[in-house]
């Protein structure tokens, strides 16, 4: 039902929420001057049914073991993303061996990396335990810390076994996609990575322990991590139809999803409300998803004018331009040699 009064952290009409102890509030918001705006609530029970619930679990038991969905997620992208890239390796001719080698060093080296980045950027969201800062399975892993160190130590292992890495990057850069988007996921059952108060239809609820704080009136957000995970899937099949139908010279495919992704983080950024480091009032993330938008499209201009490197000789080219010239050579000599007969003949004639 609609509301007349501005949606503020004070607006009663969010304020209905059955997850909450004690009755909904009503009432009217008093501006200045004395006017009254009146505000009415929704009721509860009449709550559009496209609201995406909040899970009820984040994971199970097994055995002895519990099993994060959040942890499950990554495991079930990693694995598609391997796949994916060996096919594509496999397609462009290379040697699709080298993904387990390199997927082996890269994996561990990305989580790392992200939780690293994690820390730095979020230190208020370590969780407040002696392995706080390793504790991934509660969720906190930086894309970008992860996707910079499973890179860089991707290509190390790309470059050792003498295979072309921008080749490699362009391989894989769908199949990074596959896997973050698949690991938004478990940001659904950690309940977390949501945006702004919405009444939407897709709006998502959120348990009330889960609410940042100065937003627990609020039951439903922007499911930004479903936004995300649609514009992953979106992005990876662009990249793979560019690959097939465009003349994309490598590793421009990465180049854009460098851009590609980042540029749709700068949105994501301006509706995310979970703790963040601030600069100049805007989210630390922001100016870095901006600054890797602009490096990654010069990066692809870049590679895209760079004319390829010219060919040098091998021996085994001289060989043959040399075998390929010896015809020529030899028909000459029998033309001399012939010449050379005629004139013997003429002298002995003459005699």
Not at 233 to 248: D, F, K, N, P, R
Not at 276 to 302: D, K, M, P, Q
Request: hydrophobic letters at 45%.
């Amino acid at each position: 039902m609609a509301c007349c009064c501005h949606t503020g952290p004070s607006c009663p009409r969010l304020l209905s929420d059955p997850d909450r102890d004690g009755s909904a509030r009503t009432g009217a918001k008093q501006a200045g001057g004395g006017s009254t705006l009146s505000c009415m609530v929704q009721d509860p029970r009449l709550a559009p049914l496209s609201f995406i619930p909040s899970p009820s679990v984040n994971g199970f038991h097994l055995g002895p073991l519990f099993i994060h969905y959040y942890g499950l997620m990554y495991v079930v992208g990693i694995t598609l993303a391997v796949i994916i890239t060996r096919r594509r390796v496999q397609a462009a001719g290379g040697d699709p061996a080298l993904v387990a080698d390199m997927a082996t060093w890269a994996v561990p080296a990305g989580i790392i990396g992200g939780r690293i980045y994690f820390d730095i950027t979020t230190p208020n969201d370590i969780p407040h335990v002696w392995y706080g800062v390793f504790a991934v399975w509660t969720g906190g892993l930086g894309i970008w810390g992860g996707v910079l160190a499973g890179a860089l130590v991707g290509a190390w292992r790309v470059r050792r076994r003498g295979e072309s890495v921008p080749l490699v990057a362009d391989a894989v850069a769908p199949a990074l996609l596959v896997a973050q988007a698949v690991g938004r996921l478990g940001n659904y059952f950690n309940q977390e990575l949501f945006g702004k108060p919405t009444t939407l239809p897709w709006a998502l609820v959120i348990s009330p322990q889960y609410r940042p704080h100065g937003y627990a009136a609020y039951r439903t957000f922007q499911p930004t991590f479903l936004y995300e995970l649609i514009w992953d899937l979106a992005l990876a099949a662009l990249l793979v139809w560019l690959g097939h139908h465009g003349q994309i010279k490598p590793p421009g495919l990465f180049a854009l999803y460098v851009a590609g992704y980042s540029a749709f983080r700068i949105i994501e950024e301006s509706l995310r409300i979970d703790s963040s480091e601030h600069f100049l009032g805007l989210r630390l993330n922001f100016y870095v998803a901006a600054l890797l938008t602009i490096a990654g499209l010069t990066w692809f201009v870049i590679t895209q004018r760079r004319q390829p490197p010219p060919t040098t000789p091998t021996p085994e080219d001289d060989i043959s331009q040399d075998s390929a010239v010896l015809p020529d050579d030899a028909g000459a000599t029998e033309s001399e040699a012939s010449s050379d007969g005629a004139s013997v003949s003429d002298v002995a004639a003459e005699s």
